[in-house]
């Protein structure tokens, strides 16, 4: 694994929104409507969205909806060019902090059927398979896997947290999740 020294893991800004969205572009098939990151960041209360910055540049974003005790990954980009290596993993710690942050005691995501580099990512955070969602992607019909974490304060979902940010040796990314995650 190669990471960057001065990468950190930042609160998304109006001002990434056209950096973010070149990433999305580039990385799913289908983005976001145009309008959708400037309203969930001016609007929506539920939503954190997250990015990691290096310097000026954006090499990843991420964000979630605190849905009563759920909460839903809506969304995890890298850049293509920098995909593969531990960038998603550290946005997913992130998204998962801020769930607990946020007062969710589950978090729950869908995925593509074929894509198995960011099921693996979710899998090694302890998410399970827990359904499929037939013809759930419009823009080809694919199925989505539904993933749900066990309870974030269960002592298995903790440790197996800690010891993947432990996994996690990256200079300069700032503040790692408090290390009594997820204590509650
Ligand atoms: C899915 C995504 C966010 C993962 O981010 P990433 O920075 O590429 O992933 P990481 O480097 O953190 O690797 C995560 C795990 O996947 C593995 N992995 C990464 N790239 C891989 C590849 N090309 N093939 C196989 N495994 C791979 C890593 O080894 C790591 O597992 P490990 O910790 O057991 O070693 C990123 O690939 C991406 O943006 N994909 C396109 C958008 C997307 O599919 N988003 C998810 C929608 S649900």
Known sequence: MVLIAGVVVDAMREADVPEVQAIERDVFLTPWPRNAYYRELAHNHAARYIVLRHGPEILGYGG???VGEEAHVTTIGVRRPDQGRGYGAVLFAALLTRAY??????VTLEVRASNDVAIHLYEGFGFRVMGRRRGYYTDDGEDAIVMWSDSLHAPAFKARFRLRVAALTIPGVGPPPPVEYPIR
């Open 64 to 66: 979630l909806w605190r």
């Open 101 to 106: 942050q946020m007062g969710a005691r589950w």
